[in-house]
Structures are given as structure tokens and as C-alpha cells.
């Protein structure tokens, strides 16, 4: 498909005013996307499980209005109003005022709210855009004279959510979503999101994900100026001819259910993309002392018990532990005695891998 295919026909603009409310999960990338050209188009494919309980809630409300060449709309965060989120919202219509033309029509009201806690370092901006994309294509399923499909929904809506933030377009479906235009996955796209077309082994069938939250506080380093560290990097094009093989690689685990490979794989993938942090121009060390002292934990836990739990790590100093389920109740057990302590406040979450966005 290409970008015109998501520019709408004439609408007939019956809707006076209504509201549509979308949760949409989080997502946690196992082969990372870093990197991307203009229009938030991604230097490589990247793989994700989608998550199960950590979300947004968003309530989009619209009245008609004059049409005017500006935006208008408020936005809410756990029913406050929150202006400092306004310029990313302005910037995501900008990006897709060509494909919603009835943006300045109307007057938005955005209420949201996360299930998880704001200021907990998990990113909210890939929950967050897929719940608003969702309720943008709520309005235009009503608005467009032409038939919708559910197929064309969720691919439009993704398209969507990648130009507000480009992991948002992996969040819409579970349980793991391919995009970027690659070999391996046929019908992949680097405009938005596809299912994993292969069956996956049952021993990855509802994996485990319990996020250490290590560091609570705002990112160091926002993923706009990281992306962008991957230009001119010494090390970029290297990486993203890795990244096709090893989504290549995970497809075979994935259907094989090599569990080994799988977390030599998905541990490879997080430590090279802070390698890539701190091998860029400026550079940046972006785990905490406590990030690598869960990492050493895990690690000795694997080799004396013969687990299989294996960690993951986003742009921060969080950790994401993953694991088979059958392995639930032995490694929240180690978690709960040795890693627990190396959390701020001892704060984690327990999620696991979700099935994506719900219409509520
Ligand atoms: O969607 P962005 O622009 O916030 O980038 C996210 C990048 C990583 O989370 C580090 C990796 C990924 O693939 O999700």
C-alpha cells in the first residue's frame, strides 16, 4: 500500500457532535527499532509483544465547528488538564491533516489516563497515540461515505499512530506485531504495523513481561533526539542490516519454540541499542548502576537454576524481564528476593503479552 491509499473521498460531514472512547497497551520492541527517515519512516524492522494491562484510556469528544486553519482541542490527563502535551498533539494533526481532513472542523476534547503510573519511566506515547488514532478513525468510519472495512481500520489507524510516534503503530493488535518493510514477514510495511503471520509455538503463548522500574523519572534522552543520533552514526548501517537478520532469526525461534535462542537474541538486541547510544556523537549511558545489577542477577539465575527468563531494555534504565508462563511462580519468587531491591521504591509491574486495542 502507499501513502494515498489512506487519503480519504468526499464526506458528507452528518456528525454534529459525539464522542468515542479506545484503550490501546503499550508495546515492547524484541528486535528495536532505532532509527528513522522522514515521516517517521523506520531505518529497520522491528518486532513487538504487545502488552496486556499497561494502557491508555482515551476519551476523544467533538463538536462541529467553523472550519478554521487552525486546530482546536484541550487536552486532559487523569481529568487535569495538561497544556504541555498540546504541542505533540498539534504536531501528530499536522502530520495526518491530510488524511483526516475533517481535523479543523471540529473541536477535540482528549481525556486520557494510563493504568499505569505517569511517572513510572514507561513511555506512553506508543499506548497513548494508538488510543487517539483509533478514536480519529472511530469519527471518520462514521464521516466517509465509502465502506470501512475492519482490516483497513486497524491498518489506517496504525498508519496513523506512526506518524505521532512510530513504536505507537505496533500497539493496535497482539500479540506480536512486525513493522518495517523486510524480506522475512511478506506482507510488512514501513507505513504501519502487521501481525505476525506464522503460528507461534506454545511455549511462547501468554509470555510473561514484569517491568523493574528502575528509574522513575523523565527520559534522559527523548526518543526524537535518539533516533536522530543514528544519523551520521559510525556504527548505523551495520546495525540495520542486523536488525533484518535477526528478525529473520526470530522468526524461526518463534515458530521452533527455541526458548535459548530466543534470549541470546532479545538480549543482544536491547544491549546493541544502548550501544548505539553510547557510541554516538553526543553519547549517552543510559542504564542505571541498578539496571546492570539486575542484568548480572539474571544472568547468575539463569546459570544456576537452568530458567529460561531473559531481560529486555526500552531507551532507559528500566528492565523488562521476560518469561516463559510456566515460569511464573519461580521467577516472581526471584524477582520478589533479589531484584526488588533494585527498583525505585520498589516499584515493578506485572504484565504479559495482550491482544491490543479495545472500542470501549
Ligand atoms: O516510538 P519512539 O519514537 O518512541 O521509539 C521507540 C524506540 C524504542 O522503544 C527504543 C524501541 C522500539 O522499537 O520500541
Redesign the pocket.
Known amino acids: 500500500m502507499t501513502e494515498q491509499e489512506f487519503i480519504p473521498n468526499t464526506y458528507t460531514y452528518t456528525l454534529e457532535n459525539g464522542s468515542f472512547k479506545w484503550s490501546s497497551p503499550s508495546n515492547i520492541?524484541l528486535v528495536?527499532?532505532?532509527g528513522k527517515k522522514e515521516d517517521q519512516i523506520p531505518e529497520n524492522p522491528?518486532i513487538?509483544f504487545t502488552l496486556n494491562d499497561c494502557k491508555t484510556i482515551t476519551t476523544l469528544s467533538f463538536v462541529k465547528r467553523e472550519v478554521s486553519d487552525s486546530f482546536s482541542f484541550d487536552v486532559f490527563l487523569e481529568g487535569q488538564r495538561k497544556d504541555d502535551f498540546k504541542p505533540k498533539i498539534e504536531t501528530f494533526f499536522k502530520r495526518i491533516e491530510n488524511y483526516l481532513p475533517f481535523l479543523k472542523a471540529y473541536h477535540f476534547t482528549i481525556e486520557t489516563s494510563n493504568t499505569f503510573p505517569h511517572s513510572s519511566g514507561i513511555?506512553s506515547?506508543?499506548s497513548g497515540m494508538s488510543a487517539l488514532a483509533l478514536c480519529l478513525m472511530s469519527i471518520e468510519n462514521v464521516l466517509s461515505d465509502e465502506i470501512i472495512t475492519d482490516g483497513f481500520f486497524i491498518k489506517k489507524a496504525s498508519f496513523l499512530a506512526r506518524l505521532g510516534?512510530?513504536?505507537?503503530c505496533r500497539s493496535l493488535e497482539g500479540a506480536l506485531i512486525v513493522w518495517g518493510e523486510n524480506k522475512t514477514i511478506e506482507e510488512s510495511s514501513d507505513l504501519f504495523g502487521v501481525k505476525f503471520p506464522f503460528q507461534v509455538h506454545p511455549d511462547f503463548r501468554n509470555y510473561q513481561d514484569t517491568i523493574l522500574l528502575v528509574d522513575k523519572g523523565e527520559k534522559q534522552v527523548s526518543?526524537t533526539v535518539g533516533?536522530s543520533l543514528m544519523h551520521n552514526h559510525p556504527f548505523a548501517q551495520e546495525r540495520f542490516k542486523q536488525a533484518h537478520t535477526n528478525l529473520s532469526k526470530l522468526t524461526e525461534i518463534l515458530q521452533e519454540g527455541n526458548l535459548d535462542e530466543f534470549v541470546a537474541l532479545v538480549e543482544s538486541e536491547a544491549l546493541t541499542?544502548h550501544a548505539m547510544m553510547m557510541t554516538s556523537m553526543p553519547y549517552f549511558i543510559l542504564m542505571k548502576p541498578n539496571t546492570v545489577e539486575i542484568i548480572n542477577k539474571i544472568w547468575s539465575f539463569r546459570q544456576e537454576t537452568g530458567s529460561k527468563v531473559c531481560f529486555t531494555l526500552?531507551?532507559g534504565a528500566n528492565v523488562h524481564v521476560l518469561y516463559p508462563e510456566k515460569e511464573t511462580d519461580k521467577v516472581l519468587k526471584f524477582i520478589k528476593n533479589e531484584l526488588v531491591a533494585y527498583c525505585q521504591n520498589g516499584h515493578y509491574i506485572c504484565d504479559k503479552i495482550g491482544n491490543g486495542a479495545k472500542q470501549l
Do not use: P, V
Open positions: 520492541a528495536k527499532y532505532w522491528s513487538s513511555a506515547s506508543a510516534s512510530g513504536s505507537a526518543s533516533h541499542l526500552d531507551a
